[in-house]
């Protein structure tokens, strides 16, 4: 009788190769993809100059091709292979990891810099079509950019990049304007653990709910923590239903004392404090420990995905109250 141990290495072989030759002919379309983009647009500049040319081109070219290949290049696709062609047109920059399905949502990002971001961040991550279609509409690139985020850099890490403001947690499923407690939010985060961890970013694993530190005299519960494989360090997250408050900041600052006192060992490096609120005041973070600490963060987090317009209006707002606040 064949051992089950046999069977199941010799599936995973050929389970391996379908992956790997699915992966080359996917990569080998869009490489061709590129190429018809290329001829496309080098046979608009060459062709005639008349005005509407290219549309004509476009419209006699998607009758003979479907006609021959079928519904895969209708005039309307062929106006995205050429704009993937004008939007990646150095061939070897593609990334043999990606399916054109992911190269068809990224040309809609408008900025080449955040649309090359969202490329080497869905190849360098494994992101699905439909992740990297939701990180773009959550504007996961721009909230890097915002104030208090920056993009971490894996070869110059440093303490405060890792931190992004707004964090969306649309995915929890506790649609507003419902009355949640802070409770609520974390069981649904425990219960969404790998997409809240895709959401902070890269670099963090989990590590404990309700983490228990005792003094003498009293025991402490820190609402979530996770450790920072690139960084090196413990983060502890506090969630908060309400505004930002001093006392809120106080709390957070008191738990990375403690931490680093009593959990920190000795090749980690200081410990990071995020507080998730539901909305902050720029100007009183400028009067408090947040402005000059290097460990404390505050962000706020929205239980609903925003339109691309709303996130735009929002991080456009905070950039502003930002600005006011350090000329205040």
């Known amino acids: 009788m064949i051992r089950k141990t046999f069977i ?3 599936r995973q072989i050929l389970q391996g190769a379908l992956r790997h030759t699915y992966r080359a002919i996917n990569f080998a379309m869009v490489q061709a993809y590129w190429s018809i983009g290329h001829r496309i647009l ?11 040319y290219g549309d004509a081109l476009l419209a006699e070219l ?4 479907t006609g021959e290949f079928g519904k895969g290049f209708e005039e309307r696709e062929l106006r995205r292979i050429r704009q993937f062609y004008q939007a990646f047109p150095i061939r070897d920059a593609l990334r043999p990891e990606l399916s054109w399905t992911h190269y068809r949502i990224v040309i809609r990002v408008e900025d080449p810099v955040a649309r090359n971001w969202y490329m080497l961040a869905a190849a360098d991550n494994a992101w699905s079509s439909r992740l990297l279609e939701r990180n773009i509409t959550t504007k996961h690139y721009e909230r890097l950019l915002s104030p208090g985020s920056v993009i971490l850099d894996k070869d110059h890490a440093a303490a405060n990049q890792v931190v992004r403001d707004p964090y969306i947690l649309e995915f929890l499923g506790l649609e507003q304007p419902a009355i949640y407690s802070e409770s609520d939010i974390e069981a649904a985060i ?18 404990a709910r309700q983490y228990r530190i005792k003094t003498d005299t009293r025991m402490f519960f820190i609402d ?19 505004a930002l408050t001093h006392q809120d900041i ?14 920190r060992r000795a090749d980690d490096k200081p410990t990071l404090g995020i507080i998730l609120c539901s909305e902050k005041d720029h100007s009183m973070i400028k009067y408090s420990m947040l402005e000059e600490s290097k460990q404390l963060f505050a962000s706020e987090y929205s239980l609903v995905l925003p339109s691309e317009a709303v996130l735009t209006e929002q991080l456009g707002r905070a950039a502003e109250m930002y600005r006011k606040a350090k000329i205040l």
């Not at 959401?199 to 989990?206: C, K, Q, R």
């Open 62 to 65: 998607a009758v003979h091709l």
């Open 42 to 52: 080098e046979e608009e500049q060459h062709g005639s100059n008349r005005a509407g």
């Open 190 to 207: 425990i219960n969404n653990i790998q997409s809240f961890l895709l959401e902070l970013g890269t670099g963090f694993s989990f590590v």
């Open 224 to 242: 979530l923590v996770f450790y920072h494989f690139i960084l090196k360090c413990f983060v502890l997250l506090d969630l908060k239903i309400t």
């Open 250 to 263: 106080g709390q957070m600052d008191m738990y990375v004392r403690m931490f680093e006192a009593m959990k």
């Open 8 to 10: 199941s290495e010799i």
